[in-house]
């Protein structure tokens, strides 16, 4: 479980996240949305440390990450995320093999033989084959999607954080992207936070949704009741991006 207490985040005298607060479940799929420029990412990245929060906790199963000086504690706990970054961040100059094992020797102790098995059953569960070999510019926007998803969870991690899956991409890999995120909770158990500014996406994919604006969640629920939120935020949200009172 990932619990967020009154988390702080200011660049520069501009405070970004004032006071935000959740608990994330086992095997949920929590998203945030938000406009661009809210502090979605700066959320994200303050759960598994790559900026450090000015205040408040980020506990991850018991663990305070928020304020920890040891490296130790860091790197463990940051061994339980899969990462999925928004551009994929493929290494261009590596093949698909390299680049979905690429963590595995830094995060775990496998030995080097057992690669090339893993990441066939990771390509596998996002649905490739035979691409081992490949470079990413040989690939599809949607395959190095899928081979991105296959790197962030190849050393099986307990959560997964998807900084806008599917910015970019066009409707029917949209769709693909949308149904691989729900398979990783279907399938593996992952426990899931994306944070998008696609609020369609966020409403069929999550067992609850919140909203980030003006550096707090104003409203955190499942999608039916989301979808109904009187709150202002929620509201100008749902109307800019067409999506309409039922
Ligand atoms: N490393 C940084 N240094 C200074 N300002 C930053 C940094 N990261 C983000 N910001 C600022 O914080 C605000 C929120 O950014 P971000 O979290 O990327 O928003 P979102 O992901 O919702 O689009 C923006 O005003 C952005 O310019
Ligand atoms: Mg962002």
Sequence with gaps: MIEIKGLTKAFGGHSVLKNVSAEIKEGELFSVIGPSGIGKSTFIKCIIRLLRPDGGQVIVDGQDIASTTSEFTLARVRRSFGYLFQ??????SLTVLENVAFGLKYLTDIPKGEYPRIVKE???LVGLEGVENLK???LSVG????VSLARSIAAEPKYILYDEPTTGLDP???GMVKDLITDMRAKLGITSVVVTHDVRLALEISSRVA???GGEFVEVAE???FRRSE???VREFMEISHLSRK
């Design 87 to 92: 551009e994929g961040a493929l290494f261009d």
């Design 122 to 124: 990771k390509l596998a």
């Design 136 to 138: 990413p510019a040989e």
């Design 143 to 146: 395959m190095k999607k899928r």
């Design 172 to 174: 029917v890999t949209t």
């Design 211 to 213: 909203m980030l604006y």
């Design 223 to 225: 999608p039916d009741v």
């Design 231 to 233: 709150n202002k935020a």
